[in-house]
């Protein structure tokens, strides 16, 4: 009888243990879970074309995340551009309630910066420094976006010349609801030099509204921003944006 007994006793401890350590799992997925975000999107507009992007965060603390993202450049316009990649990290601050403040740097892959496409297709193709600002309020929605793509690498053939380009957009709406927003849209892309540029040159001036639907409580979002181009010799814009937060 001990001998069964003390068995017994055994398999309750070992199974309580177990039990134990199923739920400090669990708890532990679910903090996991909580701290790690990620977020995918296809966009398509007039200039880069078709371009897959991909985003995500960990949490260290509730206002400090660790950041990631990358875009597949080379899947629209860009494949001439050496299959155009960017893959970048930082960290993203919560400077307020609903506002964030995301300073990151990218890295480049292609020939767009090192050789204005005539030259071969390289990792350090360029960096891109870049701070993104991004305001979610219960009615109000904004973001600001600032990049310098900037060649780190000279490929360019003797009669060509690397690129540098300034690209930055602003947007600001109204959340009707969490399902439905509408604001207005700003982007700009600056040729802002090169090896051989001597003054810097607008490629695109954008202006106009956008409306956007996403699930409410996050999930499936779409967006589609559309307007003027104030560049001269330029007509219209689009810009059209679907993809899902984990």
Same mark, same amino acid.
């Given at each position: 009888?001990?001998?069964?007994?003390?068995?017994?006793?055994?398999?309750?401890?070992?199974?309580?243990?177990?039990?134990?350590?199923?739920?400090?799992?669990?708890?532990?997925?679910?903090?996991?879970?909580?701290?790690?975000?990620?977020?995918?999107?296809?966009?398509?507009?007039?200039?880069?074309?078709?371009?897959?992007?991909?985003?995500?965060?960990?949490?260290?603390?509730?206002?400090?995340?660790?950041?990631?993202?990358?875009?597949?450049?080379? +899947?629209? =316009?860009? @494949?001439?551009?050496?299959? &155009?990649?960017?893959? %970048?990290?930082? *960290?993203?601050?919560?400077?307020?309630? /609903?506002?964030?403040?995301?300073?990151?740097?990218?890295?480049?892959?292609?020939?767009?910066?090192?050789?204005?496409?005539?030259?071969?297709?390289?990792?350090?193709?360029?960096?891109?420094?870049?701070?993104?600002?991004?305001?979610?309020?219960?009615?109000?929605?904004?973001?600001?976006?600032?990049?310098?793509?900037?060649?780190?690498?000279?490929?360019?053939?003797?009669? +060509?010349? =690397?690129? @540098?380009?300034?690209?930055? &957009?602003?947007?600001? %709406?109204?959340? *009707?609801?969490?399902?439905?927003?509408? /604001?207005?849209?700003?982007?700009?892309?600056?040729?802002?030099?090169?090896?051989?540029?001597?003054?810097?040159?607008?490629?695109?001036?954008?202006?106009?509204?956008?409306?956007?639907?996403?699930?409410?409580?996050?999930?499936?979002?779409?967006?589609?921003?559309?307007?003027?181009?104030?560049?001269?010799?330029?007509?219209?814009?689009?810009?059209?944006?679907?993809?899902?937060?984990?």
């Amino acid at each position: 009888m001990k001998n069964r007994f003390t068995l017994k006793s055994a398999m309750r401890v070992t199974f309580l243990a177990a039990l134990c350590a199923l739920s400090s799992i669990t708890e532990t997925l679910a903090q996991e879970e909580k701290q790690f975000n990620f977020s995918v999107a296809l966009n398509s507009d007039q200039f880069f074309g078709f371009y897959p992007t991909f985003q995500g965060s960990y949490g260290f603390s509730e206002k400090t995340q660790f950041t990631f993202y990358g875009i597949h450049w080379g +899947g629209g =316009t860009a @494949a001439a551009w050496g299959n &155009w990649t960017e893959f %970048g990290i930082g *960290a993203n601050f919560q400077a307020a309630e /609903g506002l964030s403040i995301n300073p990151q740097l990218g890295v480049l892959s292609g020939n767009l910066l090192s050789s204005g496409t005539r030259g071969p297709a390289i990792f350090g193709d360029g960096i891109v420094p870049n701070l993104t600002v991004n305001l979610l309020k219960e009615k109000i929605e904004g973001q600001f976006y600032y990049g310098y793509y900037a060649p780190i690498r000279d490929k360019a053939p003797s009669n +060509g010349t =690397t690129l @540098a380009y300034t690209h930055y &957009w602003l947007n600001l %709406g109204f959340r *009707a609801s969490e399902f439905f927003s509408i /604001g207005a849209h700003y982007e700009q892309l600056i040729n802002s030099g090169g090896s051989n540029v001597e003054t810097s040159t607008d490629v695109y001036q954008w202006l106009g509204p956008y409306v956007q639907f996403a699930k409410p409580g996050g999930g499936p979002f779409a967006r589609f921003s559309f307007g003027t181009d104030l560049v001269e010799g330029n007509d219209s814009f689009f810009k059209l944006t679907t993809g899902f937060s984990f």
